[in-house]
């Protein structure tokens, strides 16, 4: 089969010892796979859990999860047209190239980001996307453009993420 567009979204939970494993192999790495995804390393709370606790999801947070997701995918086509190009308002640009400048100049030779520098490298694209992800989900599909709001909380939550991917490519054995 040939897919002239491919497109694919997927989130994968994996224990440190398996991402550990990873580390044998530099083929994950020098392929450039690994740079491709966001990490995130909470802390374990192994020994720390009430088995009896019943934690339940409140209605309205299941209906407006309901109502947002159905909102995004209602009166959609089976069948995929052309893409639509959404741009970035301009304050919101600027807050973009804010994070990609910050991210570039500490990339550099014994920069912060220098043992990452193939996941931190995209990350400024990363941010952009989940910024149009936000976006869509916050004003609707018909979005003139993306906004400050949405690109600033992006760039928030991909600052919170840089961490974590020093600590996941810390057990690569790749971060200094």
């Not at 990490?39 to 947002?68: A, W």
């Not at 993420?161 to 971060?175: C, E, T, V, Y």
Request: hydrophobic fraction near 45%; aromatic fraction near 6%; charge should be negative.
């Amino acid at each position: 089969a040939h897919v002239d567009k491919p497109a694919l979204s997927f989130g994968l939970a994996l224990q440190p010892g398996v991402m550990a494993e990873v580390a044998n192999s530099r083929r994950f790495r020098d392929s450039g796979l690994l740079a491709r995804f966001l990490f995130s390393m909470p802390e374990s709370t192994v020994g720390k859990r009430d088995v009896r606790q019943r934690l339940t999801i409140s209605r309205m947070i299941l209906n407006e999860y309901e109502e947002r997701i159905f909102g995004l995918l209602g009166g959609r086509e089976l069948t995929a047209s052309a893409p639509r190009v959404i741009g970035m308002a301009d304050e919101a640009r600027e807050c973009w190239l804010d994070l990609a400048e910050e991210i570039e100049s500490k990339q550099g030779e014994h920069g912060e980001l220098e043992s990452i520098c193939d996941c931190s490298s995209k990350l400024p694209g990363a941010a952009a996307r989940i910024a149009a992800l936000f976006e869509l989900a916050d004003s609707g599909v018909n979005a003139p453009n993306v906004g400050l709001k949405a690109t600033a909380a992006a760039v928030r939550l991909c600052r919170l993420l840089i961490p974590h991917a020093r600590a996941a490519f810390g057990l690569l054995g790749a971060d200094a």
